[in-house]
């Protein structure tokens, strides 16, 4: 029963941390990451679309994505939905693909992307102390319903403990690894 309550935390803390690390990838560095228009939706005949199905995007320099649409009429729409998706970025449109130069940040955009870095990773500890939470609950029910005994029960909130420790000692390092790569120039 304890077994099943600890890898079932263990389950939801890695998709948290997994969570973390793909919220943090459209975080942009200064750097070309395909990831940074993985949020764009495209106006594709009358349907809301995310730019990766209708398009491809890569990274063949370092200050540069070009998104090449599968369909050549999608060229102005990919364009404006750049533009408007408030990204800071000025694409270029010469009517077979998308070059999208990525700007130098300045020393204020980092700090604010830092702090929107840190948010995120908040955001995720809270949702690790959640599952705790519910996984200690369910170690309770399980006391209630005398399916384990108080031993058990306490060796097993000891042991949702250390899970949860480590889940946000991992999401602590990716946090830090992602400032450090926001504020490096």
Same mark, same amino acid.
């Given at each position: 029963? =304890?077994? $099943? ?15 973390? *690390?793909r919220d943090l990838s459209r975080i942009r560095t200064g750097r070309a990451n395909p990831d940074l228009l993985s949020g764009v939706m495209v106006d594709y005949y009358g349907t809301e679309t995310a730019l990766i199905k209708i398009a491809t995007i890569s990274a063949p320099e370092a200050?540069?994505?070009?998104? *090449?649409?599968? @369909? +050549?009429?999608? !060229?102005?729409?990919?364009? %404006?939905? =750049?533009? /408007?998706? /408030? ?6 449109? @010469? ?8 700007? $130098? ?5 980092? #700090? @604010?992307?830092? %702090? +929107? ?12 102390? /959640?599952? #705790?939470?519910? &996984? ?7 006391? &209630?319903?005398?399916?384990?005994? $108080?031993? $058990? /029960? ?5 042991? !949702? *403990? *250390? ?8 999401? @602590? ?10 504020? &490096?120039?």
């Open positions: 029963m =304890i077994d $099943e309550v600890t890898a079932d935390l263990k389950a939801e803390i890695d998709g948290t941390v997994g969570s973390l *690390q200050r540069l994505l070009v998104v *090449q649409p599968f @369909d +050549q009429s999608a !060229v102005n729409d990919i364009d %404006k939905a =750049i533009r /408007n998706a /408030n990204l800071g970025f000025s694409p270029m449109n @010469d009517g077979k693909l998308v070059r999208v130069p990525v700007p $130098e940040l300045t020393e204020e955009r980092r #700090r @604010d992307l830092v %702090k +929107q870095v840190r948010k995120e990773g908040e955001n995720h500890r809270i949702s690790c102390r /959640n599952h #705790r939470r519910d &996984a200690n609950d369910m170690l309770k029910t399980l006391l &209630a319903d005398k399916e384990i005994g $108080e031993d $058990e /029960n306490r060796k097993g909130l000891d042991d !949702v *403990q *250390q899970i949860t420790n480590a889940g946000i000692a991992r999401i @602590d390092e990716v946090v830090k690894a992602k400032e450090e790569e926001v504020m &490096a120039v």
